[in-house]
């Protein structure tokens, strides 16, 4: 599915953007938090030392954090190194939008730790629309619209006139071919 198609089968609403907005967090797959712990380690973020506190350079962060990114790593923290989590839902809003804004969060808070996003949103195969854009989307969007119409003329042409021709005991060649051009005269096409 494109991403217009997948904005309508997961029923999101807004404005192109803010679609565009949310479809860029849906990943490809949840993340198993056991993963993320793994990921957070190798990348010396946030890990646990022999003495059972915390080390890594988010805990260094922590303390100089603002209290809205302390919210966003106590969020973090809870989620990955807490025991209740079995999967970080990220295949649908709101969980997908949230978990964006951590991950921002912590990249934000280690400038100089290249790729971290992309390397974060791995774990799971991806984000399919990361590289969406707002016109992308309206293209697809303008397309979807575009051909709903002419499949409802093809339907009303096939249920109004073709398909009772078709079902009709004393059919011929001559009164199918008589339908589909009386069809094609009623949608202004010509076979």
């Known amino acids: 599915m494109n991403a217009y198609q997948t904005a309508q089968a997961m029923g999101l609403t807004g404005t192109d953007a803010e679609i565009v907005a949310i479809l860029q967090t849906i990943t490809s797959g949840p ?16 890990f646990r030392k022999p003495d059972s506190t915390m ?24 989620a990955i190194w807490g025991d209740s989590l079995q999967t970080l839902n ?3 809003p ?20 290249a790729g971290l996003v992309d390397s974060f949103y791995a774990l799971d195969g991806g984000r399919p629309f990361k ?12 397309d979807a619209i575009r051909q709903q119409a002419a499949d409802g003329v093809f339907a009303e042409a096939m249920n109004s006139i073709v398909n ?9 060649e001559a009164s199918i071919r008589a339908a589909f051009t009386a069809a094609a005269a009623a949608v202004q096409v010509t076979l």
């Open 164 to 172: 009772p021709a078709a079902a009709d005991p004393a059919r011929t």
């Open 94 to 113: 709101p969980a997908s939008v949230t978990v964006w804004g951590i991950v921002q969060t912590i990249a934000g808070l280690n400038p100089t730790a």
């Open 131 to 142: 590289d969406t854009t707002e016109a992308e989307y309206a293209k697809q969007k303008s």
């Open 55 to 78: 080390g890594g350079t988010l805990s260094v962060a922590y303390p100089t954090a603002t209290p809205q990114q302390q919210a966003a790593l106590d969020q973090f923290f809870a």
């Open 31 to 46: 993340i198993d938090p056991a993963r993320v712990r793994q990921w957070s380690r190798e990348q010396g973020l946030w």
């Open 90 to 92: 990220t295949t649908q």
